[in-house]
């Protein structure tokens, strides 16, 4: 084991870093955007709603994500243009395509969380004259909150480590940044021992602090 | 009124043989774009030493090797700036020919079927191909027989994987997208040998005390690396051969190969 290399390479473990954390932010905000929309769509009453969100999440949760994210590559092809030093061509289909295959965890995460709010709440709304809307968006939603962000929590820890598969579209983000230093160094166990370690890092810590975030919404009760 | 008609069809002949000689001559789109521009805009896969990897140089990220170190002489030559694409390797050709870069430079063989898609310059280098093996059996491979039902790798639509095909008879082919996972599986003794370009091995072999290179003879037919145009730019092909020409006679390019090799050993 011979790590002398990091004084070279370091930078490449930091950019990588920070641009896999972009992309799992970016990921999760999209995801729920998508996810929330779904999920309203499968709990509502209309029928065309109900199959399209049924469907959406049955292909998506039935594909690798691996075949999704080189066929978005393949099907979105933008000019190439850069944004921060990120080639703009290839980020933003791997994004799109994070984002929906998060987008139906996601839906399934707070369809769980809705239907987990006691039926009672929905008609005392109703019955003291809030619309079904109203009734959802004042007194379901805020409710299914509580069970849903911890749920979301996971759901990031797990778009920071499946974003390593966007390394196949030659997204830099870390895993895509490992390889590079791998071929340039000539040796390649190390870069993926320190990647290891920097995605643990990355999980662990969030996990810990969702763990926090959870116990004081307990104590609110 | 037949005067007439003829002096017509005579304009249309020589209208069209010298529209035919123009395009003949090659056009040379790219080198006129090159010459507005000021700019060379070449084309390569950051992820291949020595030939190109990406580096910090004064702390910012660089990409060099040896098809770096060429593409700076033949900018020179021309007398433009040099700005350098990092692209898959896949989609390089694809990116010559819809004129996003002006050359691709990224230690290619000009094989048959590249050819029909883009132009090739000279072979600048001549890379040998080698098999490495781990060092402990560095004694036993000796000839192709001894690689006989052995597990040797290659990199997945290279022309090292078709050295195993056609050379190595009796060779389990194992082929993977990325040369650092095959020695990763070498030193893991997942595979046996591994058949790779010789300055790509000699970096590995320096850096790695349990690897080393035998003696097997492989032989490559697309006979090295060149550097690829868009079609029908013979006028820009032709320029590039001059610098080329140029480095080979002062032995520069062996030069670019040895400093290419010094520089990221990291030990």
């Known amino acids: ?221 | 009124m037949m005067k007439g008609m003829l002096k017509r069809i005579f304009c249309l002949i020589i209208v069209v043989t010298i529209g035919i000689s123009i395009a003949g001559c090659g056009g040379g789109e790219t080198m006129k774009r090159i010459e507005k521009t000021g700019k060379l805009v070449v084309g390569t896969s950051g992820d291949y030493a020595p030939y190109e990897y990406h580096m910090l140089v004064d702390g910012k990220d660089t990409i060099v090797g040896i098809d770096i170190s060429i593409a700076e002489e033949i900018a020179k030559d021309m007398g433009v700036q040099l700005q350098i694409v990092d692209t898959d390797f896949n989609g390089l050709l694809s990116s010559l020919n819809t004129n996003k870069v002006d050359i691709v430079i990224a230690g290619m063989n000009p094989d048959e079927k590249r050819k029909k898609s883009v132009d090739f310059s000279k072979i600048y280098y001549e890379a040998k191909q080698g098999v490495m093996v781990r060092a402990e059996d560095k004694d036993k491979y000796k000839t192709v027989a001894d690689l006989k039902d052995k597990k040797v790798g290659a990199q997945l639509g290279t022309t090292q994987e078709k050295i195993v095909k056609e050379q190595l008879e009796g060779a389990n082919l194992v082929s993977l997208g990325k040369i650092p996972d095959l020695v990763m599986e070498l030193k893991n003794k997942k595979i046996d040998a591994l058949v790779v370009e010789l300055p790509v091995a000699s970096g590995y072999v320096k850096n790695n005390n349990d690897l080393a290179l035998t003696d097997v003879p492989v032989k490559d037919d697309t006979g090295g690396s060149a550097i690829a145009v868009k079609k029908g730019n013979s006028n820009l092909v032709e320029q590039i051969n001059k610098s080329l020409d140029r480095l080979m006679k002062d032995g520069l390019i062996d030069k670019f190969v040895q400093e290419a090799n010094e520089k990221n050993v990291t030990k």
């Open chain 1, 1 to 221: 084991m011979d790590f002398g290399f990091l004084s070279e390479y370091w930078y490449y473990f930091v950019s990588g870093t920070v641009n896999t954390i972009v992309i799992a932010i970016l990921t999760v905000i999209l995801g729920v955007i998508i996810g929330t929309g779904i999920a309203l769509m499968k709990i509502s009453h209309n029928k065309i709603f109900k199959a399209v969100a049924s469907s959406y999440i049955e292909f998506i949760r039935g594909t690798p994500l691996l075949v999704q994210i080189t066929l978005f590559f393949y099907l979105i092809s933008l000019p190439e243009f850069h944004i921060f030093g990120l080639e703009m061509e290839r980020f933003i289909p791997g994004v799109i395509a994070m984002s929906v295959n998060s987008g139906a965890y996601v839906a399934e995460i707070i369809r769980a969380g809705i239907q987990a709010v006691d039926k009672g709440q929905m008609e005392a709304a109703r019955s003291i004259g809030f619309t079904q809307g109203q009734a959802m968006r004042y007194i379901v939603l805020p409710q299914a909150l509580r069970n849903i962000l911890p749920a979301l929590g996971n759901e990031f820890v797990v778009v920071i480590k499946e974003s390593s598969v966007l390394s196949v579209i030659s997204i830099s983000e870390l895993m895509r940044n490992t390889n590079i230093i791998q071929g340039a160094i000539y040796r390649p166990f190390e870069p993926l021992a320190i990647t290891a370690v920097i995605y643990f890092v990355l999980t662990f810590s969030l996990t810990r602090l969702l763990g926090y975030a959870e116990r004081r919404m307990r104590t609110s009760d």
